[in-house]
C-alpha cells in the first residue's frame, strides 16, 4: 500500500459544504470523497499514477 501524505488544503466553504453532503450521501469520509474525486479527474486525464507491482 502506498503512503499517504498529509497537506492543508483551504477550500471555500459552499464547495466544502457541498463536498461534505455528496460524501455523506455516499458514504464516505469528507477525506475519501476529495481522494476519490482526485483520482476519477487524473483518471479521466489519463494521468492517474501507475500501480505498484509487488
Known amino acids: 500500500m502506498s503512503k499517504k501524505k ?3 488544503l483551504r477550500l471555500n466553504e459552499d464547495m ?3 463536498i461534505e453532503k455528496w ?12 481522494e476519490w ?3 476519477k479527474s487524473l483518471k479521466e486525464a489519463k494521468r492517474a499514477p501507475k500501480k505498484d507491482r509487488d
Open 6 to 8: 498529509a497537506f492543508a
Open 16 to 18: 466544502l459544504k457541498a
Open 37 to 39: 474525486m482526485l483520482m
Open 23 to 34: 460524501s455523506a450521501d455516499e458514504f464516505r469520509s469528507v477525506n475519501g470523497q476529495i
